[in-house]
């Protein structure tokens, strides 16, 4: 588990290489002072340069998806070997918008493993629709989900498991404090060595009162982090 929080910074396909690393210059110093672990997860093209103006500074690079596959003949796709050696140490696998594509959870489980044997750690997401979170099953579904990702590791360790609600993503609405209660003491009890990280809208409205509850170490931030004064707020 990480001993500082974490705040990963999830850019999706927002911003272009250019405006990324513009970003990434500009508030390198400001970012620099923040006591957390700050994970910066730009598109693929600018991984790599992300990672040289980051370097020595504390600020982590990290990737958004990688192959389940160690090498081959796969067109198109990126190997978690490469994304290590150009700097990365996170990767994302299993972000929703990345299984409404057709990532099963068995092909995240094979992507954690490439991730974990290329010695980055992977930031695996899981979460429920709506339709389950209105029948009140997500503690069975979320169960469900994590069996296949655990089954690879000790209890979660070297993992970053984000819950992720599919209906919080980008749509400024959250699960309550008291329901976040449950599910992050359900997941510390299935996976106690992992770090735990909330996403899903999080704000610089919001961020107070999820940082109060038990067992969160951390947070994914999508549209908030793209704008720096706001995702400073956040990380402060
Ligand atoms: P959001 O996205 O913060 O814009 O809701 C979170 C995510 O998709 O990881």
């Known amino acids: 588990m990480h001993k500082k929080k974490l705040f990963v910074a999830n850019w999706k396909m927002n911003m272009t ?90 092909i995240v489980a094979r992507k954690m493993v490439t991730i974990l044997k290329a010695g980055m750690t992977p930031i695996v997401c899981i979460g429920e629709p709506q339709t389950i979170y209105d029948a009140k ?22 993992l970053c498991i984000a819950y992720e609600p599919l209906w919080a993503i980008g749509s400024g609405i959250m699960p309550s404090l008291e329901t976040l209660k449950t599910i992050f003491a359900l997941l510390h009890k299935k996976a106690p060595k992992a770090t735990l990280l909330y996403g899903g809208s999080v704000n610089k409205e919001n961020i107070a009162s999820l940082q109060s509850i038990p067992y969160i170490n951390g947070f994914l931030v999508g549209g908030a982090s793209l704008n720096f004064d706001e995702f400073n707020l956040i990380i402060s």
């Open 137 to 158: 099953t997500t503690t069975n579904f979320l169960t469900k989900q994590l069996a296949p990702l655990l089954a690879v590791t000790d209890q979660g360790a070297a």
């Open 17 to 106: 290489t250019q405006e990324s690393l513009a970003w990434c210059v500009t508030h390198k110093n400001e970012l620099q002072k923040s006591s957390s672990q700050i994970v910066i997860c730009p598109s693929f093209t600018a991984l790599a340069r992300a990672g040289e103006i980051f370097k020595d500074t504390g600020i982590a690079v990290g990737a958004q998806s990688c192959c389940e596959h160690e090498k081959g003949p796969f067109t198109g796709q990126i190997a978690a070997q490469d994304l290590a050696e150009i700097g990365c140490s996170y990767v994302i696998a299993g972000h929703s918008e990345e299984r409404a594509l057709g990532v099963t959870n068995e």
